[in-house]
C-alpha cells in the first residue's frame, strides 16, 4: 500500500521558517513527481510547489517563488519543503501529493495526511 506521511508544520510568527517532509513508501517507481499543495478555510486547494524528482524540474506558485525551496532525498524517498520569510497568508493545511507513472503507462496520485502551518502575525 503507497502509504505518505508529511510533517513538519507548527506555529511560527510572520517572518519564520519551517521546513516540511513528505516521506513515501509502498511504491516501486523511477517515474514520479511529488507536490506540495495547501488548503486555507473557505479556499480551494491549490498547488505550491512541485518536483519531478526524474530530472529535477520543479515548479513554483508565484507567491511562493524567492521563499520557498523543494528538494528530493532519493534515496529516503523524501521531499522537503523549506519554508521561509513565511507571511500569515501562508496559513494552511498542506497536503503532499505523489503522481506515480508506472512502467505500463499507468498514472496514480496518493495523498498524504497534512500538516498544519500556522503564521501568526
Known amino acids: 500500500e503507497v502509504q505518505l506521511q508529511a510533517s513538519g508544520g507548527g506555529l511560527v510568527h510572520t517572518g519564520g521558517s519551517l521546513r516540511l517532509s513528505c516521506t513515501t513508501s509502498?511504491?516501486?517507481?523511477?517515474?514520479?513527481?511529488i507536490g506540495w499543495f495547501r488548503q486555507a478555510p473557505g479556499k480551494e486547494r491549490e498547488v505550491v510547489s512541485c518536483?519531478?524528482?526524474?530530472?529535477?524540474?520543479?515548479h513554483y506558485e508565484n507567491s511562493a517563488k524567492g521563499r520557498f525551496t523543494i528538494s528530493s532525498d532519493n534515496a529516503k524517498n523524501t521531499v522537503y519543503l523549506q519554508m521561509n520569510s513565511l507571511k500569515p497568508e501562508d496559513t494552511a493545511v498542506y497536503y503532499c501529493?505523489?503522481?506515480?507513472?508506472?512502467?505500463?503507462?499507468?498514472?496514480?496520485?496518493?495523498w498524504g495526511q497534512g500538516t498544519l502551518v500556522t503564521v501568526s502575525s
Open positions: 501529493n505523489l503522481h506515480v507513472t508506472g512502467a505500463g503507462g499507468s498514472v496514480n496520485d496518493y
Open positions: 509502498g511504491f516501486n517507481s523511477d517515474h514520479y513527481a
Open positions: 518536483i519531478m524528482t526524474t530530472d529535477g524540474e520543479t
